[in-house]
């Protein structure tokens, strides 16, 4: 995992729990307050939500405690690998795309960031600029050509 990804875990770890818990712990008290809860929608509602929240915070923990936490800055080389930010452009299209090389969690392809198991990434590791991938798509088979290897 990247110190980005971890950061962004810890901050939804700390909303969760600051914000989220406490509010469902309100809407449970104020549906308590109406009465018969067998037959309170606004109770069950509220409850259903502490259940989902409770299972987050205990994933996030979970994951942060098994994190083994990169600093990309420190990392450096030819070869891509985890943490790695590549340049390609695709062969057929001559379009260019930035993808950093990131953990399972934290990927996010709007934001150019894909996960170390995506076929993509799994191409890329171990490759060098200059050399060409080909990526096996829900569309068939496309070819893509390493242009670039930084560590940001």
Known sequence: MTAEGYRALDDELKRLKTVERPAVVGAIAEARAHGDLSENAEYHAAKDRQGWIEGQIAEIEDKMA???????????????????????????????????IVGEHE??????????????????????????????????????????????
């Open 66 to 100: 098994r994190a083994q936490v990169i600093d990309v800055t420190k990392l450096s080389g030819k070869q891509v690998k985890f943490g790695a930010t590549v340049t390609v452009i695709d062969e057929d299209t001559e379009e260019q795309s930035r993808y950093q």
């Open 107 to 152: 990927a996010d392809v709007k934001q150019g960031r894909v996960s170390i198991t995506s076929p993509i990434a799994r191409s890329m590791i171990g490759k060098e600029s200059g050399d060409v991938v080909e990526v096996n798509t829900p569309g068939g088979v496309k070819a893509y050509e390493i242009t670039k290897v930084e560590w940001v």
